[in-house]
């Protein structure tokens, strides 16, 4: 167990609609990344927050917006979905100081698009 | 940019042998952090190994041991008496400080009882 949680698991929706995904970091950490990876495929990185802040991003397309709350918990919305954004969603969290840069990543959440 | 290459898509290995992991990547950069990550056919993405690249020392963790070679900027994964719970796909990573981190397409271990 990483420390990292992730829900809801499994989502399965249809095109068109939306869907938020949560991410809980490990207790101290206050940077959170959201990763997509497509079946057999790497991980694409989407974006990163610290402390509440964006502090980069990456691939992540316009239909798709993020943030972190005050209490570092992160949210991942996901809009107009396609059949091509289903894929396994990552959150990983790191501390970022103090020569602590690994990242630990949640379960995931499944998403399919019917 | 910084990139990732993992030029071995599968690899396999006998039970209780030894199998070595590729990895090299591009930077103009002296101060990062390499990773390995093990994803098992559970997908969770599991954090085996890391080497700060100040450090001469390879890293070593249990069975798993690195070979990192900076100015070859090589960086490859071994692991010792292999066990059927290695299969996984394996994942090296690299992060500059806290900047976002960079991973490499992946190499499959398959673990042959």
């Known amino acids: 167990d990483s420390g990292v949680t992730q829900t809801p698991k499994h989502l399965i929706t249809a095109t068109g609609q939306r869907v938020t995904l949560r991410c809980s970091p490990r207790?101290?950490?206050?940077?959170v990344y959201w990763y997509q990876q497509s079946l057999d495929q790497g991980l694409q990185f989407l974006i990163q927050y610290y402390n509440g802040e964006e502090r980069a991003k990456g691939n992540i397309l316009e239909r798709f917006s993020a943030q972190q709350f005050p209490d570092l918990h992160s949210e991942l919305n996901l809009s107009s979905l396609e059949l091509g954004d289903s894929a396994l969603y990552f959150c990983?969290?790191?501390?970022?100081?103090?020569?602590?840069?690994?990242?630990?990543f949640g379960p995931g959440t499944r998403l399919t698009v019917t | 940019a910084q990139t990732v290459t993992q030029s071995q898509p599968e690899m396999s290995v006998q039970e209780a042998e030894t199998v070595t992991l590729s990895c090299t990547y591009d930077?103009?950069?002296?101060?990062?952090?390499l990773f390995w990550y093990k994803q098992p056919p559970s997908r969770q993405m599991i954090l085996v190994i890391r080497q700060e690249a100040y450090k001469q020392q390879n890293a070593t963790e249990n069975r798993f041991s690195v070979n990192f070679q900076k100015a070859a900027k090589s960086f490859s994964l071994k692991i010792s008496d292999s066990q059927l719970g290695d299969a996984a796909m394996y994942f090296c990573a690299y992060r500059r400080g806290n900047n976002d981190m960079r991973f490499g397409a992946g190499t499959r271990l398959t673990v042959k009882p």
């Open positions: 990983a969290s790191s501390v970022d100081r103090d020569g602590s840069y690994e990242q630990y």
């Open positions: 930077t103009s950069e002296s101060d990062y952090y």
């Open positions: 207790s101290g950490d206050l940077s």
